[in-house]
């Protein structure tokens, strides 16, 4: 019976947890990671300080980097004499179409050439895919034509409809649906599911690491758009969030404490969602599924 007992509690205390003393055991990579990240966060907390600065302080040169006070007035002139709440509920609107159409024709798109076998699939991909090398520029004038003969011109749709769908958006969702093994799908086709279920309830599911991806990349690259929407559209009531912080900015007078205020609210959306998505973002990007 002691014997019993003693195995009993050895095999107990090997299947407790590992105590946090021992997870969080100090690296030599932590010498050399904190630094780095110390110096990448200089910029945002100099943009804090100055968003929380006196405006006298700011027209200085050089500007104090630590102020000498801590005011608001920054940000109560920014909700008071500016559409801020305007030109954020745009950027929302902007940025939740731009990444629901993501999520969905994306992912339907990468399902079908990863999965599906049809005439031109590698062509078809190929073609998609160049188009990244594209410069921007160089469609903006055949694409305010085309929106111009549509009639989206100073219209909100201006802003989310190039973001409907994206070359980089398919490549990542097929090269993510291709490291799925594909026995799962052979056996939902065995219990006789179809592509379309398949699809939606065994292939989905396992994507949410490339979906949560996905929608960081279309939220940072929606939100923070700035070239199309200052062409495509001028009244100010459909500014986004982008648009409305450039027009501080003027060759004769730049509103520096309207400046740092609104880029401290325009980057406060994009780290949270950032903080409820990383575990799935460093998921996707230490999986080696991306292959050809």
Known sequence: MGTTVRDLSASTRLAEPPSPRRRRRISGWHFVLA???????????????????????????PPPFIPSRLTLDGI??????????????????????????????CSLAGYGFARLHFRG?????????????????????????????????????????PWLASAFGIFLMRQFFLSIPVELEEA???????????????????AKPALATLAIFTLLG???DLIWPLVAINKENLFTIQ???????????????????????????L?????????????????TGLKG
Do not use: C
Request: zero cysteines.
């Open 243 to 269: 648009l409305g912080i450039a027009d501080f900015q003027s060759t004769r007078r730049t509103q520096w404490s309207l400046l740092m205020a609104g880029n401290v609210v325009a980057t406060a959306p």
């Open 222 to 224: 929606a939100w923070n």
């Open 35 to 61: 630094p780095l990240a110390l110096l990448f966060m200089t910029p945002f907390v100099q943009m804090l300080l100055a968003a929380l600065a006196p405006a006298e302080e700011l027209v200085r040169f």
């Open 121 to 161: 699939r590698d062509f078809g991909f190929i073609a998609i895919i160049a188009t990244i090398m594209i410069p921007t520029q160089l469609l903006m004038i055949p694409t305010y034509i085309m929106f111009s003969r549509l009639g989206l011109i100073d219209t909100l749709a201006a802003a989310f409809v």
């Open 188 to 206: 939902a086709a065995l219990d006789g599911a179809n592509k379309w279920q398949t699809f939606l309830r065994v292939v989905l599911p396992l």
């Open 76 to 105: 109560a002139s920014l909700f008071r004499d500016t559409d801020i709440l305007r030109w954020l509920v745009n950027s929302t609107i902007v940025s939740l179409i731009a990444i629901a159409s993501h999520l969905v024709l």
């Open 271 to 287: 780290i949270l969602f950032f903080l409820f998505a990383q575990k799935h973002f460093i998921a996707t990007m230490t999986m």
